[in-house]
């Protein structure tokens, strides 16, 4: 199980940044104002290593600022946390995406 940080929580954690294999991952599952929900699956994000000092201030404000290119998309379901969806998850879902 890797760790993670969260920004966003509703049902599930929906806003995640993790390093996978040597790479800083966003997980990010935005509100869709058109469906007045959530949707059901995480876009994939690499991002920059610079990104990883304004985590460890506790920002998030890189995502206003930070080209964000989607690499894939992975249905939330088949994601695998951790007893509270705050800590930890199974980062191998990510390996078909991140070589």
Partial sequence: ???FQYG???DYPRCIV???????????SA???ERDDYP????????????????GDGSWRFLEKVPLDPI?????GK??????????L?????DALIT
């Fill in 79 to 88: 994601v695998v946390f951790d007893s509270t969806r705050r800590k930890k």
């Fill in 90 to 94: 199974d980062a191998s879902i990510l």
């Fill in 8 to 10: 966003e929580f509703y």
């Fill in 1 to 3: 199980m890797t760790s």
């Fill in 72 to 76: 894939g998309q992975i249905p939330i």
């Fill in 31 to 33: 509100f869709d104002d």
């Fill in 40 to 55: 059901d699956e995480y876009t994939v994000y690499l991002l920059p290593g610079t990104v990883a000092a304004e985590l």
């Fill in 18 to 28: 993790l390093a996978h294999r040597g790479k800083l991952v966003l997980l990010h």
